[in-house]
Structures are given as structure tokens and as C-alpha cells.
């Protein structure tokens, strides 16, 4: 089976904890600094030091939050408009403010590997603690665009827009991997470079068409992954295998069919499931064990049907694959461009766009870890941590360091678990 939601686990527990006052003030008394990017690594000269890089990046990373904007020039301005408050959080000292070249070149240099580690990778690291041994974590892969990061053809160097490989763990709701598409390249081999490179015993990765290739399959299966993915014109013969299967008459008895409705009990899609013969091979594809077939009835005048390829068998992880696989669209992408704007980020260099796309997809992360530990629904914890994010992550993260209220956590989810 699919583990749990890792935040929902830890939502719960927080909200049966009760604290003593000396609880209560080993909390308030951590509560002096937010330690975010302490551990980035610095890549220049000491002697050549005016801002502390975890100063800069907390600027920059405040700025984003507050206002859903990664140009540069805006940073240096938010911060110097804004002074006195950067100043009272520790995090600007005396009155020079860093000009939009200073974060543009911290942008474009700063080792992403020792970011995400720092950061999105300590973060992650805290929440697998939590996580339900057993089942099946869920993965969405997938690319996006950066819609800004380019260069029109009217332009005298025409530069395409940067895609981004991204890859979401549900359970946990992190982007545990981000990587720029190289412009001599695409992201079918991109991706399978970053999932050559995984251990992916007890996962699941669900990706869209593109990705059904019989290399990625292989690559899944040899790393000890499982997969499903979706089917398409771009591989017209398996597509035209499934439809054929699922409509022969013979194999009517071996469906297995869910029906997905809605809260007024109306009915929204349904979910065919086609367990293949023992031994089954197509072509080069590794380990395809069954095939899914969606029928989505969302519009009422059209039903859409959409096919899945999947080295699964059971019902239960098929069916949390299907009905979870777009968590990556609707969970991380959405919000980044509803929220942060990611779309509007407007910078050609590599580097600088893949550590914009890191610094949103922390917050992101924090945002939901903001959520568990709240009890907020989204809407409120994005409202509420734009008004004062300094005050409210510190205060998340205060609870987070503390040993007492982390054993407290593991033994209400324990409880719940037994």
C-alpha cells in the first residue's frame, strides 16, 4: 500500500500535545534566530566579504515570500524600503543595503548542491523520521517551464525558455530534486540521468507520456522502483494494444473497476484496471504488469479517457498512483506560479534559474511543513506567513528543534500507528 501523508501524520499529532510551562519556555527561549542557510556553503574570498551569504539569502528568501517576486532588482529595492525591519531581524547589519548585482551574482554562483542539502534536504531529512515504515512512497516527475527565463525570437540571440525537471515525493511534500534541461538536450534523457542516479527501492514514479520510454522503465525497475505512467500518441502501438485488450471480451471477468464520485455522490471518474498475464512482455518495456484505463467525467458533455502503463499489481497502490499522480501539478507547480510567480522570473543564466527554483521550492516545502504544525488550511498559512514570516517560521522551527516535542510527536503518531 501508499504510505501515509507524512504532514497529515504530524497534524495530528501536534494537535494532541499539550505543553507544561517549562515546555513552553525551552520553546519561547530558542526563538532568537531563524538558521535557514547557515550551513550553504560560500563560495568566495573572505577577504572580499561584505554581506554574509545566510544574510543574503534570507533577504532574498523573505522577499519572495512577502511578495511573489524573484527579480533582483526588486530584492535590493524590497530590502532597502524595508531597512530598518531587515535590520531589527539580525539579518542586515549597519545601513549599506546589497545591490541587485550583489544577488544576481550570488544567484549565479552559489553551489545549488550545498543549497538544496542545506535546506530542502535537512528539512526532508526531519521529516522521514515520522514517515510510516511501511508501503510505498509516491513520486511525481515532471518539467516545467520557467516562462520568463528566455529570449524572444525577435531578439538577436533567441534563447528558449529553461524546462525543469522536478521531482515531488507526495508523502512528504518535497521537491526532492530540480534540474535545468540543458539547451542541446531534452528532458527524456535528463531524466533518466536523475533517476539512474536514485535509489528507488519502495517507490512509486508516475510521469506523463513523454516519459514512456522502454529505457525509463528499465532504469525504474533496475533501481528497484516501481511506475506508472501514461500512454500516448507518441507510442501509438502500445496505446493501441491496451484499447484492444480492454475491449476484448474475454478479458471482461479480469477487470477490475472503480468508480470515483464526489461529495454529493456524483459520479467524477472511473478507474479500469487489467492485470496482464504472467510473463507478459511488450517489446523492450521492463516489468509491465498491468494496464489502467481512466475515464474521467468531469465535463459534462465529454469524457476523457487517458491509458496507464504500470509494473504494479495491486489495486490499492494502482489506484493511489492514478488518482495522485498530477500532486506534482497541483501541489508544487501550481503553487509556485500562483503564489511566488515562478513564471515571471526573468534571468538566461542556468545556474541563477535552477537556485530561483530551489529557493521556492523551500518555500513551498516550509509552507506545507507551516500547515502540519499550525493546523492552517492553505489559504490561511500563506496569508499568515506572508504578514510576518520571520515571526512564524521561527517559531515553527523552535518547535521542530525541540527534542521534547518531537519524541512527542513520534509517540502520539506511534500510538495512532498501534
Known amino acids: 500500500m501508499v504510505k501515509s501523508d507524512t504532514l497529515l501524520l504530524i497534524s495530528d499529532a501536534v494537535n494532541k500535545i499539550s505543553l507544561s510551562d517549562e515546555e513552553f519556555s525551552e ?18 574570498q573572505k577577504a572580499k566579504i561584505s554581506y554574509e551569504l545566510k544574510d543574503i539569502l534570507m ?45 544576481r551574482r550570488i544567484f549565479s554562483l552559489l553551489d545549488s548542491s550545498s543549497f538544496q542539502k542545506a535546506t530542502i534536504d535537512s528539512l526532508y531529512d526531519f521529516l522521514k523520521q515520522f514517515e510510516e515504515n511501511k508501503g510505498l512512497s509516491l513520486r511525481g516527475l515532471d518539467g516545467k517551464y520557467v516562462n520568463s527565463s528566455g529570449r524572444s525570437k525577435e531578439c538577436d540571440h533567441c534563447i ?30 535528463e531524466a533518466q540521468k536523475l533517476l539512474e542516479q536514485m535509489d528507488l527501492k519502495n517507490c512509486i514514479i508516475t510521469a506523463d507520456a513523454l516519459h514512456c520510454q522502454a529505457l ?4 525504474i525497475r533496475k533501481n528497484k ?50 492485470k496482464l498475464p504472467s510473463g507478459f512482455v511488450y517489446e523492450d518495456f521492463k516489468d509491465i504488469r498491468s494496464y489502467v484505463k481512466l475515464t474521467s467525467h468531469k465535463r459534462k458533455d465529454t469524457t476523457c479517457i487517458r491509458y496507464f502503463i504500470t509494473s504494479l499489481v495491486k489495486k490499492e497502490d494502482i489506484l493511489a498512483s492514478v488518482l495522485n499522480r498530477w500532486s506534482i501539478e497541483n501541489d508544487l507547480h ?4 500562483d503564489f511566488l510567480h515562478e513564471d515571471e522570473f526573468r534571468c538566461t543564466d542556468k545556474k541563477a534559474i535552477r537556485n530561483i527554483v530551489l529557493m521556492n521550492n523551500l518555500i513551498a516545502q516550509l509552507t506545507r511543513i507551516y500547515m502540519a504544525f499550525s493546523g492552517y488550511d492553505l489559504y490561511t498559512a500563506k496569508i499568515a ?26 509517540d502520539n503518531i506511534n500510538k495512532k500507528n498501534g
Open 27 to 44: 520553546i519561547f527561549v530558542s526563538r532568537q534566530y531563524l538558521h535557514l542557510f547557515d550551513d550553504v556553503a560560500d563560495f568566495r
Open 59 to 103: 533577504m532574498a528568501f523573505i522577499t519572495i515570500l512577502e511578495r511573489g517576486k524573484q527579480s533582483f532588482t526588486f530584492i535590493s529595492t524590497y530590502v532597502s524600503v524595508n531597512k530598518r525591519r531587515f535590520q531589527k531581524m539580525g539579518i542586515l547589519k549597519g545601513d549599506a543595503i546589497p545591490s541587485h548585482d550583489t544577488f
Open 160 to 189: 528558449p525558455n529553461s524546462d525543469v525537471i522536478n521531482i515531488y515525493e507526495l508523502q512528504s511534500s518535497t521537491c526532492i530534486c530540480s534540474i535545468p534541461v540543458g539547451e542541446k538536450t531534452n528532458e527524456i534523457p
Open 216 to 219: 525509463t522503465t528499465s532504469i
Open 225 to 274: 522502483g516501481h511506475y506508472l505512467i501514461c500512454a500516448k500518441d507518441n507510442q501509438q502501438l502500445l496505446v493501441s494494444d491496451i484499447m484492444s485488450r480492454f475491449s476484448d471480451k474475454r478479458n471482461a471477468r479480469k477487470i477490475i473497476r472503480e468508480e470515483i464520485k464526489d461529495e454529493k455522490d456524483k459520479l467524477v471518474s472511473s478507474i479500469e484496471i487489467l
Open 334 to 337: 501550481k503553487f509556485k506560479d
Open 385 to 410: 506567513l506572508q504578514s510576518n514570516p520571520y515571526e512564524e517560521l521561527s517559531k515553527m522551527m523552535a518547535i521542530m528543534s525541540s527534542k521534547t516535542l518531537v519524541e512527542k510527536i513520534k
